[in-house]
């Protein structure tokens, strides 16, 4: 199958728009990462060699590095999310003849949801990483780019917001009881970083704008 | 020049994240706009035509007519700030020799300053306008995509966030203290609106998780 990402914008957003419920927010929470990561990585860009920031090249440096590693797993991640939805799609339009069938349908059914719900923790998870890359990059990073850092932890707290909702609907689905605990544990965990880092930066540039 | 929308997302994603500042953080302001109203249109789609929805299907028609609007303005958005920012740089260019180059390079400058304030103030406006749609969306739309309506939610937001920070960095450099003073009412009011109208969509849909 073709990757979403090798669509061009335009084309992606008549997809996303269009009377399929894949892509959808899933993708749009790992595509909103993705955005996040390159803000960050530009502004390191943008600070690399740059007088007045001799004292932060190797930090800036390190800092691109991850931030770019960040990117490409968000990028995968874009295409992983409907490729989760779909195969739970899949798993519905099994055969439920015999009770054998039946029994593996919903193993199938079961297995598809916790895919579903694993893959936007995984963007959440990395979407509040991004938040670590934007705090050094709003602290030390090239002053006349600190709205690009701010835009870069917006997308990344819109990233995990989104993310979140989309493994909590999937656990509506879950039976596995554990496994329903110590997710929301986790995204509840989460959300509660995301919040206060993105509180953080967002003062840092308010208070050099 | 080639527009921004028309290269693949991952080409896109390259370009943002290198050493040149356009596009940043304004085109992301816009894309992510562009991304809320899609997923807005596309819960309209996986309305229309649905059992159950039989009362609503001249209202969400109409809903979506206007959201697709808003996705095209959006869409032209992530080139022309890119645009505005590149035509700032070139009035920094402008010979400075005699007096009067001087003055007609500030003034240059200036007139850059103001559109590229202009076009996140259209950003922002846009964006905002998702919200009403989003909650026309998350109270009459299908049921089954009510996380997606909230993912346009929260796109529209952080497109307002983003937009308005990208005014505001403008503003800074812009003499004219009339527009200052209206432009800075009018990002205050949208801020506002935002995130009330927000607030709402995300309650319906935390109400029906």
Do not use: H, W
């Given at each position: 199958?073709?990757?979403?990402v090798?669509?061009?914008i335009?084309?992606?957003?008549?997809?996303?728009?269009?009377?399929?419920?894949?892509?959808?927010?899933?993708?749009v929470a790992a595509l909103s990462g993705a955005l996040g990561t390159a803000l960050s990585s530009m502004?390191?860009?943008?600070?690399?060699?740059?007088?007045?920031?001799?004292?932060?090249?190797?930090?800036?440096?390190?800092?691109?590095?991850?931030?770019?590693?960040l990117r490409?797993?968000l990028t995968?991640?874009v295409?992983?999310?409907?490729?989760?939805?779909?195969?739970?799609?899949?798993?519905?339009?099994?055969?439920?003849?015999?009770?054998?069938?039946?029994?593996?349908?919903?193993?199938?059914?079961?297995?598809?949801?916790?895919?579903?719900?694993?893959?936007?923790?995984?963007?959440?998870?990395?979407c509040?990483?991004i938040?670590?890359?934007?705090?050094?990059?709003?602290?030390?990073?090239?002053?006349?780019?600190?709205?690009d850092?701010?835009v870069s932890a917006l997308m990344a707290q819109a990233g995990?917001?989104?993310?979140?909702?989309?493994?909590?609907?999937?656990?509506?689905?879950?039976?596995?009881?554990?496994?329903?605990?110590?997710?929301?544990?986790?995204?509840?965990?989460?959300?509660?970083?995301?919040?206060?880092?993105?509180?953080?930066?967002?003062?840092?540039?308010?208070?050099?704008?």
């Amino acid at each position: 199958m073709s990757k979403l990402v090798d669509m061009n914008i335009n084309d992606f957003l008549e997809e996303l728009a269009s009377n399929s419920p894949a892509p959808g927010g899933g993708s749009v929470a790992a595509l909103s990462g993705a955005l996040g990561t390159a803000l960050s990585s530009m502004v390191c860009n943008l600070t690399i060699g740059k007088e007045n920031y001799e004292d932060v090249q190797d930090e800036i440096n390190d800092t691109l590095e991850k931030s770019e590693k960040l990117r490409i797993k968000l990028t995968k991640l874009v295409d992983e999310d409907t490729n989760a939805f779909n195969d739970v799609m899949k798993a519905f339009k099994m055969p439920k003849e015999t009770e054998q069938q039946k029994e593996e349908r919903k193993k199938a059914i079961q297995n598809g949801y916790k895919i579903a719900a694993k893959v936007p923790i995984d963007t959440a998870t990395k979407c509040e990483e991004i938040l670590d890359i934007a705090m050094v990059v709003a602290k030390k990073g090239n002053k006349n780019s600190i709205t690009d850092v701010a835009v870069s932890a917006l997308m990344a707290q819109a990233g995990v917001k989104s993310a979140i909702l989309n493994v909590k609907i999937n656990l509506g689905s879950i039976k596995d009881e554990e496994f329903v605990k110590t997710t929301t544990f986790r995204i509840n965990e989460i959300q509660k970083n995301t919040d206060q880092k993105t509180n953080q930066i967002m003062n840092i540039v308010e208070s050099s704008l």
